[in-house]
Protein backbone atom coordinates (compact mmCIF):
# COMPACT_ATOMS: atom_id res chain seq x y z
CA UNK A 1 0.00 0.00 0.00
CA UNK A 2 2.49 2.64 0.91
CA UNK A 3 4.81 4.47 -1.75
CA UNK A 4 6.83 5.77 1.15
CA UNK A 5 10.56 6.20 0.67
CA UNK A 6 12.85 3.28 2.68
CA UNK A 7 15.51 6.16 3.25
CA UNK A 8 15.14 9.39 4.24
CA UNK A 9 18.53 9.94 2.02
CA UNK A 10 18.17 11.27 -1.33
CA UNK A 11 19.28 8.32 -3.35
CA UNK A 12 21.84 5.32 -1.91
CA UNK A 13 25.38 4.34 -2.49
CA UNK A 14 26.40 2.07 -5.40
CA UNK A 15 25.51 -1.09 -4.01
CA UNK A 16 28.27 -3.98 -4.90
CA UNK A 17 27.65 -6.80 -7.10
CA UNK A 18 26.08 -9.85 -5.40
CA UNK A 19 24.68 -13.10 -6.35
CA UNK A 20 21.52 -11.81 -7.11
CA UNK A 21 21.80 -9.77 -9.83
CA UNK A 22 18.17 -8.58 -9.93
CA UNK A 23 18.26 -7.55 -6.30
CA UNK A 24 21.21 -5.13 -6.86
CA UNK A 25 19.37 -3.94 -9.80
CA UNK A 26 15.86 -3.70 -7.84
CA UNK A 27 17.50 -1.68 -4.95
CA UNK A 28 19.25 0.67 -7.78
CA UNK A 29 15.92 1.30 -9.24
CA UNK A 30 14.08 2.13 -5.86
CA UNK A 31 16.81 4.44 -5.36
CA UNK A 32 16.86 6.29 -8.04
CA UNK A 33 12.81 6.33 -8.15
CA UNK A 34 13.12 8.14 -4.76
CA UNK A 35 15.89 10.52 -5.38
CA UNK A 36 14.27 11.43 -9.00
CA UNK A 37 10.41 11.39 -7.39
CA UNK A 38 11.48 13.81 -4.28
CA UNK A 39 12.52 16.22 -6.88
CA UNK A 40 9.86 16.54 -8.68
CA UNK A 41 7.28 16.77 -5.70
CA UNK A 42 9.79 19.55 -4.70
CA UNK A 43 9.54 21.46 -7.92
CA UNK A 44 13.44 21.13 -7.81
CA UNK A 45 12.87 19.20 -11.35
CA UNK A 46 10.67 21.64 -13.24
CA UNK A 47 7.88 20.95 -15.78
CA UNK A 48 9.11 20.38 -19.39
CA UNK A 49 12.50 19.39 -17.73
CA UNK A 50 14.45 16.24 -19.84
CA UNK A 51 15.74 13.30 -17.71
CA UNK A 52 18.30 11.68 -20.39
CA UNK A 53 18.62 7.71 -19.40
CA UNK A 54 22.34 8.35 -20.22
CA UNK A 55 23.29 10.89 -17.51
CA UNK A 56 20.87 9.55 -14.48
CA UNK A 57 22.88 6.41 -15.45
CA UNK A 58 25.98 7.73 -14.31
CA UNK A 59 24.51 9.73 -11.77
CA UNK A 60 23.29 6.61 -9.80
CA UNK A 61 25.72 4.44 -10.52
CA UNK A 62 23.35 2.10 -12.66
CA UNK A 63 22.56 1.06 -16.08
CA UNK A 64 20.51 2.61 -18.60
CA UNK A 65 18.19 -0.04 -18.13
CA UNK A 66 17.79 0.10 -14.66
CA UNK A 67 16.97 3.66 -14.77
CA UNK A 68 14.35 2.86 -17.96
CA UNK A 69 13.01 1.12 -15.01
CA UNK A 70 12.14 4.10 -11.98
CA UNK A 71 11.31 6.42 -15.15
CA UNK A 72 8.43 3.89 -16.07
CA UNK A 73 7.23 3.72 -11.97
CA UNK A 74 7.29 7.53 -12.60
CA UNK A 75 5.34 7.66 -15.47
CA UNK A 76 2.93 5.69 -13.56
CA UNK A 77 2.38 7.93 -11.19
CA UNK A 78 1.95 10.54 -13.81
CA UNK A 79 5.63 12.55 -13.08
CA UNK A 80 7.12 12.25 -16.12
CA UNK A 81 5.74 11.99 -19.83
CA UNK A 82 8.07 9.89 -21.92
CA UNK A 83 7.28 10.72 -25.82
CA UNK A 84 9.23 8.06 -27.89
CA UNK A 85 12.09 9.56 -29.95
CA UNK A 86 11.83 12.99 -27.84
CA UNK A 87 12.77 11.23 -24.72
CA UNK A 88 11.49 11.46 -21.47
CA UNK A 89 10.89 14.83 -19.49
CA UNK A 90 8.88 15.77 -16.32
CA UNK A 91 5.46 16.10 -16.00
CA UNK A 92 3.13 19.55 -15.79
CA UNK A 93 1.85 20.49 -12.56
CA UNK A 94 -1.09 23.22 -13.75
CA UNK A 95 -3.36 24.76 -11.27
CA UNK A 96 -6.46 23.49 -14.20
CA UNK A 97 -5.25 19.54 -13.86
CA UNK A 98 -4.94 20.24 -10.12
CA UNK A 99 -8.76 20.98 -9.61
CA UNK A 100 -9.84 18.29 -11.81
CA UNK A 101 -7.38 16.00 -9.75
CA UNK A 102 -9.03 17.11 -6.24
CA UNK A 103 -12.48 16.61 -7.96
CA UNK A 104 -11.99 13.25 -9.18
CA UNK A 105 -10.41 12.58 -5.38
CA UNK A 106 -13.20 13.93 -3.33
CA UNK A 107 -15.68 11.92 -5.59
CA UNK A 108 -14.01 8.48 -4.57
CA UNK A 109 -12.92 9.07 -1.25
CA UNK A 110 -16.26 10.43 -0.45
CA UNK A 111 -18.09 7.44 -1.80
CA UNK A 112 -15.60 5.24 -0.07
CA UNK A 113 -16.02 6.39 3.44
CA UNK A 114 -19.55 5.69 3.18
CA UNK A 115 -18.91 2.50 1.95
CA UNK A 116 -15.90 1.61 4.46
CA UNK A 117 -17.93 2.84 7.67
CA UNK A 118 -20.77 -0.04 6.56
CA UNK A 119 -18.75 -2.47 7.92
CA UNK A 120 -15.28 -1.23 9.10
CA UNK A 121 -12.11 -3.92 9.65
CA UNK A 122 -11.01 -4.04 13.15
CA UNK A 123 -8.08 -3.06 12.43
CA UNK A 124 -8.66 0.51 10.59
CA UNK A 125 -9.08 2.86 13.74
CA UNK A 126 -5.80 1.71 15.17
CA UNK A 127 -3.80 1.40 11.36
CA UNK A 128 -5.47 5.17 11.27
CA UNK A 129 -4.33 6.66 14.56
CA UNK A 130 -0.72 5.14 13.66
CA UNK A 131 -0.79 6.30 10.47
CA UNK A 132 -1.76 10.08 11.90
CA UNK A 133 1.00 9.86 14.72
CA UNK A 134 3.85 8.73 12.31
CA UNK A 135 2.78 11.90 9.95
CA UNK A 136 2.73 14.35 13.51
CA UNK A 137 6.50 12.67 13.76
CA UNK A 138 7.54 13.29 10.02
CA UNK A 139 6.35 17.03 10.65
CA UNK A 140 8.25 16.95 14.11
CA UNK A 141 11.91 16.21 12.03
CA UNK A 142 10.33 19.11 9.38
CA UNK A 143 10.23 16.01 6.84
CA UNK A 144 7.84 16.96 4.17
CA UNK A 145 8.28 14.33 1.83
CA UNK A 146 7.79 11.42 4.73
CA UNK A 147 4.40 14.11 6.11
CA UNK A 148 3.20 13.31 2.57
CA UNK A 149 3.73 10.08 2.12
CA UNK A 150 2.29 8.91 4.91
CA UNK A 151 -0.83 11.14 4.52
CA UNK A 152 -1.10 9.18 1.17
CA UNK A 153 -0.84 6.06 3.31
CA UNK A 154 -3.55 7.09 5.40
CA UNK A 155 -6.52 8.15 2.72
CA UNK A 156 -5.25 4.59 1.27
CA UNK A 157 -5.82 3.06 4.16
CA UNK A 158 -9.50 4.49 4.50
CA UNK A 159 -10.03 3.35 1.19
CA UNK A 160 -8.72 0.15 1.16
CA UNK A 161 -12.10 -0.86 3.71
CA UNK A 162 -14.29 0.73 0.74
CA UNK A 163 -13.72 -2.91 -0.77
CA UNK A 164 -13.39 -0.92 -4.39
CA UNK A 165 -9.85 -2.06 -4.91
CA UNK A 166 -9.63 -0.76 -9.01
CA UNK A 167 -10.08 2.40 -7.83
CA UNK A 168 -7.34 2.95 -5.92
CA UNK A 169 -4.90 3.35 -8.64
CA UNK A 170 -6.44 6.12 -9.81
CA UNK A 171 -6.96 7.44 -5.75
CA UNK A 172 -3.17 7.03 -5.39
CA UNK A 173 -2.14 9.07 -8.61
CA UNK A 174 -5.01 11.93 -7.23
CA UNK A 175 -3.46 12.17 -3.99
CA UNK A 176 0.56 12.01 -5.72
CA UNK A 177 -0.31 15.34 -8.25
CA UNK A 178 -2.59 16.86 -5.05
CA UNK A 179 1.16 16.57 -3.02
CA UNK A 180 2.81 17.74 -5.73
CA UNK A 181 0.94 21.10 -6.32
CA UNK A 182 0.80 21.80 -2.96
CA UNK A 183 4.24 21.42 -1.99
CA UNK A 184 5.71 23.12 -5.34
CA UNK A 185 3.19 25.88 -5.27
CA UNK A 186 3.70 26.57 -1.43
CA UNK A 187 4.79 30.05 -0.57
CA UNK A 188 6.71 30.49 2.96
CA UNK A 189 6.69 27.89 5.27
CA UNK A 190 3.27 25.59 6.54
CA UNK A 191 3.06 24.38 9.89
CA UNK A 192 3.44 20.63 9.15
CA UNK A 193 2.46 19.93 12.87
CA UNK A 194 -1.10 21.61 11.82
CA UNK A 195 -1.09 19.67 8.27
CA UNK A 196 -1.01 16.43 10.53
CA UNK A 197 -3.07 16.80 12.81
CA UNK A 198 -5.90 17.99 10.61
CA UNK A 199 -6.77 14.34 10.09
CA UNK A 200 -7.88 13.97 13.47
CA UNK A 201 -11.21 15.30 13.39
CA UNK A 202 -11.94 12.67 10.78
CA UNK A 203 -10.51 9.75 12.75
CA UNK A 204 -12.48 10.89 15.51
CA UNK A 205 -15.45 10.43 13.54
CA UNK A 206 -14.96 7.13 11.82
CA UNK A 207 -14.07 5.55 15.76
CA UNK A 208 -17.49 6.95 16.95
CA UNK A 209 -19.23 4.93 13.54
CA UNK A 210 -21.00 8.26 12.70
CA UNK A 211 -21.12 8.10 8.75
CA UNK A 212 -22.22 11.87 8.32
CA UNK A 213 -19.75 13.53 10.62
CA UNK A 214 -16.82 11.30 8.22
CA UNK A 215 -18.40 12.47 5.58
CA UNK A 216 -18.76 15.95 6.18
CA UNK A 217 -14.93 15.97 8.04
CA UNK A 218 -13.56 14.62 4.86
CA UNK A 219 -15.48 16.74 2.44
CA UNK A 220 -14.33 19.52 4.62
CA UNK A 221 -10.56 18.49 4.86
CA UNK A 222 -10.50 17.64 1.08
CA UNK A 223 -11.77 21.59 0.60
CA UNK A 224 -9.39 22.80 2.16
CA UNK A 225 -5.98 21.64 1.42
CA UNK A 226 -5.18 24.17 -1.06
CA UNK A 227 -6.39 28.00 -1.11
CA UNK A 228 -8.94 27.80 -4.44
CA UNK A 229 -10.22 24.82 -2.60
CA UNK A 230 -13.78 26.93 -1.59
CA UNK A 231 -13.94 27.44 -5.17
CA UNK A 232 -13.70 24.41 -6.51
CA UNK A 233 -16.34 22.43 -3.48
CA UNK A 234 -18.68 25.53 -2.52
CA UNK A 235 -19.77 24.76 1.63
CA UNK A 236 -17.71 22.47 2.17
CA UNK A 237 -14.60 24.25 3.08
CA UNK A 238 -16.98 26.02 5.78
Known amino acids: MSDRPTSSRRFDPPLQAGRNGRAVSVARSAAAFDALKHDIMLGELAAGEPLVELELAARFGCSQGTVREAL ?53 VPDLKG ?10 DDDEMELAAFDRDFHRRLFRDADLPALDPILHRCLIHNHRFKISRSEGRRDLVLTAQRHWPLVAAIEAGNSAAA ?24
Do not use: K
Open 215 to 238: LASLEHHIATIVDFGPNVFPGAGQ
Open 72 to 124: LQLQEEGLVRRRGHRGTQVSDCTADEAVEMFRVRQQIECAGVLRALRNPSRGL
Open 131 to 140: LVEAMENAAR
